[in-house]
Every structure is written in C-alpha cells, then in structure tokens.
C-alpha cells in the first residue's frame, strides 16, 4: 500500500465519490493529466512538501495562478482521501500529514482578485452575430440561454426537456448550487428559442452533446470561435455577469433580482414575508430580455412595452 501512486488514489477516489457531477469528473482529470503528468505514477507518500512547494509555483509561471491554485485544491483533496482510505495492518493511516497544508502555512497560495469582466452593451450586437453565425446551434442556443436568463453554466446544460413548462412558460431548474429549485418565467424570446422540435430525445437534454445520449461539458472550442471573430473575451460565467449587470441597471427591485439569481436571502427577514410567486417575475424578466434585444440589435423581436433606462450604457 506504499507503493500506491497518484493515480491510483485518483481512480480510488472517483470510485468512491459517486455523486460527483460530470463536469467535477472531467476537471479533476484533466488537472491529473496537466498538472501531475510527471507526478501520476508516483508513490504518493514520495510527494513531499517541498516538492509542491516548487511545483505550485511552477504551476503559477506557465498556466496562471487560478489554476495553480486548483490543482493543488484537487491534490489536497486526495491526500485527505488517502489518509482515511488506506491503512497498515494495524489500522494506521499510511498518510499521517497532509503535505499541501506548507502553502497555508507558508501563505503561499496565489491571490487571486475576484472577476468582473462581462460583456459590455456595445459590445452585444457584435457577440450576439457571432453566436448567431456558429454552425453548432446547440451551443449557439446554450449561450443565449444563458445571457437571457442568467443561469449558471452547469445548470444551463443539465436542463432537459422535462423541466421547461410550454404551456406555464417556464423552466425550472432542480440541482441548484443552494440547494433549492429554481423557477424562471420565459420571456417571449425565449419561450420562441425552446418552442422548438425537441430533438434527441433519447437523451431528454435540451442541450445534448454529439453522438452523446448526455448533456455538452465543454464549449471551449465554439467560444473561442466567438472570441476570434469579435475580439470580445468572454468566460461562461461572465454572460451570467452579463445578465445581471443590466437587470441591476433597470432598476428592478433588490428581492426580484436575487430571485432571478436564485441567491439565498435566509438572513433577511422581510424576504421571509414575501411569497415566491413566479408570475412576479415576468415583468422584469421581460424587460432585461428587451433591453437585451435592443442591444443586440434586434429590433423586430421587440416587445412594445416601454425599457427603462433604454439609452443607457453598462
């Protein structure tokens, strides 16, 4: 048992883990196979502190300090999972320390300052027709799904045909980062982008990967599609960014917009008071989607309700 390497804890440590999301799956492999490539079939009891000392900062120099920082967030999750796993004869736990604790103690972890960046209003006409233009229309309705309601990404690509209500013009979304299910009206756009021939539905996903009977994990290759021919960077989580920006620019009530975001308000006792009724939502919901339009240059898809703020810049 001394002898078991990197790798090895990582399978064990998936093995064990079976709630763990597809994409959760798909990170922590791809950190193995990139960060840890040289260190994989090594003992793990032969990575010492000093070696993910240098490594870390290694890391940092030649993929950035956000990922240096996960990928050793992902060792010391299998060290901790290491050291309740595997044992000697006599009950012992073969790994006594964690070694990744030296970047805490050493306060060698990278700062890394929170993101801001999201797609500026004058900026959408020119993102909205290179998505529009992507020959893969399941992303291409991925990221406009996503700028028009807000959802975070693995919500958005989870969500199946089941939880969009037509005829209620609804969607609602289950396994939320809270915890708590998530409804949103559909505004008369995007009701039009889901009224639609609901294609492989073996799978059930709205969103289904190619060839695949599941969801799509990674639309690196059509952003970056996106990103060439407008030279507008954008992250996944900068459209949510996006979104609400310009619902906090209409004005629309404090309580409204956390609904919206499906942020937690268990600390605010007046949020308690107020009922959850998701035809209130509508009304701002529509505005942020015509206010959105507008900037897009999509005039004809317009509603005839008033926008307010409608020459405002975000």
Known sequence: MRAV???????????????????TLYDYKRVLQIAFNNWKDKSLITITKDKITKHHEKLGQEHGAAYANLAMRVLRAL????????EDSQGRSLITDNPVKRLSQTRAWYRIERRQSFIKSYELANWYAAVNNLCNETLRDYFILIVFTGLRRQEAATLKWEQVDLKAKT???????NRQPHTLPLSDYLYALLLKPQQN??????????????????PRKQMAKVIEATGIPFTIHDLRRTFITVAESLDIAAYALKRLLNHKMNGDVTAGYIMQDVERLRKPMQMITDYLLQRMELQDLLMNSPIPNKNQEI
């Not at 060290?79 to 595997?86: E, I, P, V, W």
């Not at 996903?205 to 190619?210: A, G, H, L």
């Open 79 to 86: 060290f901790n999972f290491a050291a309740g796993q595997y």
């Open 5 to 23: 390497t990197l790798n090895e804890v990582m399978q064990d440590y998936l093995h064990a883990r079976k709630s763990l999301k597809p994409k």
């Open 171 to 177: 969607l609602t979304i289950i396994d939320t980062k």
């Open 201 to 218: 539905t073996k799978s059930g996903y709205v969103f289904p990967r190619t060839g695949e009977n599941r969801y799509i994990i990674e």
